[in-house]
């Protein structure tokens, strides 16, 4: 359990991602300008609103599923150095890069 901090912190950022992405997800958010996938594309029409909100918010749950994982997993290993741990802290911020990069390429192909 010395591993707690690093876990709850990578263990909540995951259970947020996943929960602001699940109504995009099920496409629940006409739209606008506040609230999904910010990129030109999905302005263009309705049917790429959703369409890109969809395919985002199925990247990012994949992602920030995987930043779960991590988190719980923190909890049985051995207890970290301040380096490790610092890493760790800002390793999940990273963890979203791709799902946005992913959801820019596919954007692209529309």
């Given at each position: 359990m010395e591993n707690l901090g690093v876990?709850?912190?990578s263990i909540s950022l995951?259970?947020?991602?996943i929960g602001i992405n699940i109504p995009l997800l099920i496409g629940k958010i006409k739209m606008n300008e506040h609230y999904g996938m910010r990129l030109g594309k999905a302005f263009e029409s309705?049917?790429?609103?959703?369409?890109?909100n969809r395919y985002g918010a199925k990247r990012f749950i994949f992602w920030s599923a995987l930043i779960l994982i991590?988190?719980?997993?923190?909890?049985f290993l051995p207890p970290f150095s301040e380096v490790t741990e610092t890493i760790l802290l800002?390793?999940?911020?990273f963890?979203?890069?791709p799902p946005i990069f992913e959801t820019y390429l596919f954007t692209r192909k529309l």
């Open positions: 876990s709850l912190i995951s259970l947020i991602m309705d049917e790429n609103w959703y369409v890109i991590s988190g719980i997993s923190y909890l800002f390793a999940p911020c963890l979203l890069l």
